[in-house]
């Protein structure tokens, strides 16, 4: 049973930094793809980051710059570096994995969720 644990969640003033983690278990990760996504209250979920095992990474625009996907495989841990936050990113955070070999930036692609990690900016 793969099962993902998020941490690092929290308050953060606007400018500040939080780096979240993504604590995987229950199979192989090195061939799985890992994405970060968010939801904010009365949106819907949106896609911020992704890796492959290749390490290949995308982004979206909104984050570009300022977030890090980065991962572990020794630890089966992906971490999300944010920098330069903003209110408008504040929001739950999802961690998710996908056993491919491809980069995935569609939430709906993806086979494993964590149960988030609420990440608020104030201003």
């Known amino acids: 049973q793969v099962q993902l644990t998020e941490s690092g969640g929290g308050l953060v003033q606007a400018g500040g930094s939080l780096r979240l983690s993504c604590a995987a278990s229950g199979g192989t990760f090195g061939n799985y793809a890992m994405g970060w996504f968010r939801q904010a209250p009365g949106k819907e979920r949106e896609f911020v980051a992704t890796i492959a095992w290749s390490r290949s990474t995308s982004y979206a625009d909104s984050v570009k710059g300022r977030f890090t996907i980065s991962r572990d495989f020794a630890k089966n841990t992906v971490y999300l570096q944010m920098n330069s936050l903003k209110p408008e990113d504040t929001a739950v955070y999802y961690c998710?994995?996908?056993?491919?070999?491809?980069?995935?930036?569609?939430?709906?692609?993806?086979?494993?969720w964590g149960q988030g990690t609420q990440v608020t900016v104030s201003s």
């Open positions: 998710a994995a996908k056993h491919t070999l491809l980069v995935v930036t569609s939430g709906d692609d993806y086979d494993y």
